[in-house]
């Protein structure tokens, strides 16, 4: 396996298994254990954080990927594709970020005295709105990885 296969498979490991943390934290919150939600929102942040030096640093060492299809399928099928994948990507990334300033700043100590003029509320609906946000993020990651590496131009 060459060393472009590993940055991809990386790169995709990386943000299955954040995405898996981010629910496994949405869960732990649904239950009010709020210490428990926080550090795995923590730890999926982080590895959102390393992914995103993965990714960079893979479009650096090795450019964009080339799709192999036909003129017409890369307009039709691979840019809309490519187009809602960055836009949810960047979307949970900023909710991402929201949730854990929100969180850090105000929410430490639960859904006590305070909490609802720190936001709780929004904190929720964001945290909600994020966890469909980056599902999306993974179902169109991994048709991308599909379309780029297993796509067959039709002749
Ligand atoms: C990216 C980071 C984060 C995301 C995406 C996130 C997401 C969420 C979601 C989805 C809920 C609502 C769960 C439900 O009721 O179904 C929630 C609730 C909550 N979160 Fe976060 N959260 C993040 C970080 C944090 C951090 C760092 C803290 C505190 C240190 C925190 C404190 C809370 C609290 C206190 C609640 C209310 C829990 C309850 O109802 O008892 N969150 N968050």
């Not at 709780?120 to 590496?149: E, W």
Request: glycine share 12%; charged share 10%; aromatic share 12%.
């Amino acid at each position: 396996m060459n060393a472009h296969d590993v940055m991809w498979y990386g790169v995709l490991l990386t943000m299955t298994v954040a995405y898996l943390m981010a629910l496994w934290g949405a869960r732990a919150a649904k239950h009010h254990n709020v210490p428990q939600h926080a550090q795995w929102m923590i730890a999926a942040c982080t590895l959102v954080g390393v992914w995103l030096l993965g990714y960079v640093t893979k479009q650096v060492m090795f450019g964009r990927d080339q799709f192999l299809g036909t003129s017409e399928e890369y307009w039709q099928y691979y840019i809309p594709v490519l187009v809602i994948h960055t836009s949810l990507a960047v979307t949970t990334i900023g909710l991402g970020i929201a949730n854990l300033y929100t969180g850090l700043t105000g929410l430490r100590f639960g859904t006590g005295v305070g909490a609802m003029v720190n936001g709780v509320g929004r904190h929720r609906m964001q945290g909600k709105v994020l966890v469909g946000t980056f599902s999306g993020t993974i179902v169109t990651a991994y048709v991308v990885y599909v379309m780029l590496f297993r796509w067959v131009p039709s002749q």
